[in-house]
Structure formats: structure tokens, C-alpha cells
């Protein structure tokens, strides 16, 4: 089977996180049959995937989910969105695109490297989650806390998340900002609106700090990374009543930030601003992602050198974007990098994958694997 029928055969599993639907077992049939050791690591009602093959150094790993996002109305579709179906020359289909073809070419690219090279160097392995999608507690990070418990480690790692923008090839994303969120209360005193001098605003006591967080400089971001934003989400005061001072406001922000900054530094500063406001208040941290990055290097070079050489587009390397599963992961590999399809229709009515990338993005796979493991 080529990779164009086996993602067909996954797109039409509906797999919704986190419902793997049996895509896992597709994979491991596959997989057994090329002598990978296959663990099936269940948390909650998440499915997960570790297969290995080979136990020397370096570990090259594929990274992926089988889970996708609701389909939206059905019929907005121009056809069934679990059923893969090719109209000019693309094959439409809920996870067509993010990422079912990458898991395909994943798949095929790791069986005819194993035919051409038995005799490879390091090992190769694979981990698939049903839970990228959804909260993400139950599937990558719980599969690395449990390699990482044992002292196992990755070297390698290739996301197979949609990072393409305008032709097959053209965007490596080598990283991703860090997400650190806060909730924010600030205190006043609930009063009469005739009758101010008896309350405490806290809408204008907060006001003049949120103009200068609004305004900070937190970092110039780097080479790679663009500066760290500080931005608010949600506001809410008062009672409903248009003549009555709120007792409190509160404030949910998030910060995207770059390796420049630290989780540390920015908590700091932004308890320092409100602290020299003189506001009372309560603050409330959540961090969901650390950024990570991976510079020149090993890993980097070889999927530039074989995009060029399947495509012929010399790749851009950008941390643009929100998150993925490549921040768990980094926590146990150094070189982690993200490459897949266009994702120009991810998360759409009608998302769909040219049928003319498939082969080539095979070929990125494959190419990718002789650099760092053919002897």
C-alpha cells in the first residue's frame, strides 16, 4: 500500500480527540511487521503509540497525532469528511492535511529506508497521540514523563504538523514561543456610582498599569524568534448595573514568548508594574508551553538538504504560530523540528492535501533518515 491509500484509509477513521478510532492499530500493523517493538501506552481515555526499532544511538523519532478537530457541518462539505474523495487533483477529507498524510508518509518512508538500508546506524522510533487536539494532558507529555522516568532519550525528532504555506517544502518550523497565561484580580471597594468617594474603582485603579504592560518592551526577541507579546484576552467588571462601582476586575492575559525571555523574568515584571501601582490584588499563572528552538544543526540540515532535493524549494526556517506537541518532546531531545503539508485548509470546511505532494513528502521523510542513519 503507497502512502496515498494508506492516508485515505486513516482520513476515514473518524478519529476525533480523543478517539483514536483504531488509527493506531492501522500503524502498528505495519509497523510490527518491520520488527518495531510496539507499546501501547493508554492514559485516561487517550491512546498512545511508542514503537522502536533498534536500541544504538542516534534515536530518530516521528511525532504525530491521529486525533482531529470536529468536522464542522457536514453538509458545508462537498463530501463526506470521513470519506477521502479526490476532486482536482486533491484529496479532501478531515485530516487530510493535519495530519493523517504525515503519519502515512512517515510509515512508508521508514519502510523503504528499512529495505534499502537493514543495515542502518541508530535506531528509529515513533510516538502517536490521540490527544493533540484536545487538552493535551493525557498524550505526548505522559508518553515523554514515562521515557524520561526510564532515561530514555531522543535525538531526533520530526513533527509532522501542516507548516507549509504557499508549495510543498517552503516552511521548517525549528521551534515555537513559549504560552504563559495569568488571571489577574484586581481589588477595589463596590460602592454607589453617586457616591465615589465611599467606593474604590477598581476598573480606574487597574487602568494606568494595564496602559504600561500594554506597552512594555519585553524582550527584542532573536535571530529566530519574533519579540515576546503581552496581550489581554478577557475583562470583566461590575454587576450589570449602571449605577454601581464593581468591588473587582478581572483580567486574563497571556503572554507569547520567545527564548529571550524566561517563564521567571516576565512573572516578575509584571508583578513588579502592579506592585508600584499600589493595587491590590490576587494573580493567578498558568504556564502551557515552554518555547524551545533547535539552531543549525544535524537535524536541521538534513530535512533542509532533502526538501531541496525531493522539491527543489529552499526551506525557510520559522517559530510562527501557536503550539505543538514539539514542546513535550524537546524536553528530552535536543533537535526538534516540525514538517508537513500546506496548512492553508487545516481546521476547515473542506480540508484537503494535493495528491501531487504526497510522493514528495515521502521522499522528505526518506531523504531526511539516509542523512542521519545510512551508513
Not at 526499532?53 to 468536522?71: R, W
Not at 507529555?141 to 507548516?163: H, M, N, Q, W, Y
Not at 520567545?258 to 493595587?279: F, P
Amino acid at each position: 500500500m503507497n502512502t496515498y491509500e494508506l492516508a485515505k484509509r486513516l482520513i476515514a477513521r473518524r478519529s476525533m480527540t480523543p478517539d483514536d478510532a483504531g488509527c493506531q492499530e492501522i500503524l502498528i500493523e505495519r509497523l510490527e511487521k518491520l520488527g518495531f517493538s510496539i507499546e501501547r501506552m493508554r492514559f485516561g481515555n487517550v491512546d498512545n503509540l511508542w514503537a522502536r526499532k533498534g536500541k544504538d544511538s542516534p534515536l530518530l523519532c516521528f511525532a504525530g497525532h491521529t486525533d482531529v478537530v470536529p468536522s464542522g457541518p457536514v453538509e458545508k462539505w462537498q463530501s463526506d469528511p470521513f470519506s477521502p474523495e479526490v476532486r482536482d487533483g486533491m484529496l479532501y477529507g478531515r485530516g487530510a492535511a493535519d495530519m493523517k498524510t504525515s503519519l502515512a508518509a512517515f510509515v512508508t518512508a521508514i519502510e523503504e529506508f528499512l529495505e534499502k538500508n537493514p543495515d542502518h546506524s541508530g535506531s528509529i522510533s515513533l510516538l502517536i497521540t490521540s490527544d493533540e487536539e484536545g487538552i493535551a494532558v493525557d498524550g505526548t507529555t505522559r508518553v515523554v514523563d514515562a521515557l524520561k522516568a526510564r532515561g530514555e532519550s531522543i535525538d531526533f525528532c520530526i513533527v509532522g504538523e501542516p507548516t507549509c504555506v504557499d508549495k510543498l517544502g517552503d516552511t521548517v518550523k525549528n521551534g515555537r514561543r513559549g504560552s504563559l497565561s495569568g488571571t489577574l484580580v484586581v481589588k477595589g471597594i463596590q460602592g454607589h456610582i453617586a457616591y465615589p468617594h465611599l467606593a474604590k474603582n477598581p476598573i480606574h485603579l487597574a487602568a494606568p498599569a494595564i496602559a504600561e504592560l500594554a506597552k512594555v518592551e519585553w524582550d527584542q526577541g532573536n535571530e529566530y524568534f519574533p519579540p515576546t507579546t503581552w496581550q489581554i484576552s478577557n475583562l470583566h467588571a461590575g454587576t450589570g448595573a449602571t449605577h454601581v462601582i464593581p468591588g473587582h476586575i478581572e483580567i486574563e492575559f497571556n503572554f507569547r514568548f520567545a527564548t529571550s525571555s524566561s517563564e521567571d523574568s516576565l512573572k516578575s515584571r509584571v508583578h513588579e508594574i502592579l506592585d508600584r501601582h499600589g493595587l491590590e490584588y490576587d494573580l493567578e499563572w498558568s504556564l502551557s508551553a515552554k518555547p524551545y528552538l533547535t539552531g543549525q544543526g544535524s537535524l536541521v540540515d538534513a530535512i533542509t538538504d532533502a526538501i531541496f532535493d525531493a522539491t527543489g524549494v529552499k526551506a525557510e526556517l520559522s517559530t510562527s504560530g501557536g503550539t505543538s506537541d514539539g514542546r513535550f518532546i524537546a524536553e528530552i531531545c535536543p533537535q526538534v523540528v516540525e514538517l508537513g503539508p500546506l496548512n492553508a485548509t487545516i481546521h476547515k470546511i473542506d480540508e484537503c492535501v494535493a495528491v501531487a505532494d504526497i510522493r514528495p513528502l515521502h521522499q522528505i521523510y526518506l531523504k531526511t533518515m539516509e542523512r542521519l542513519l545510512a551508513k
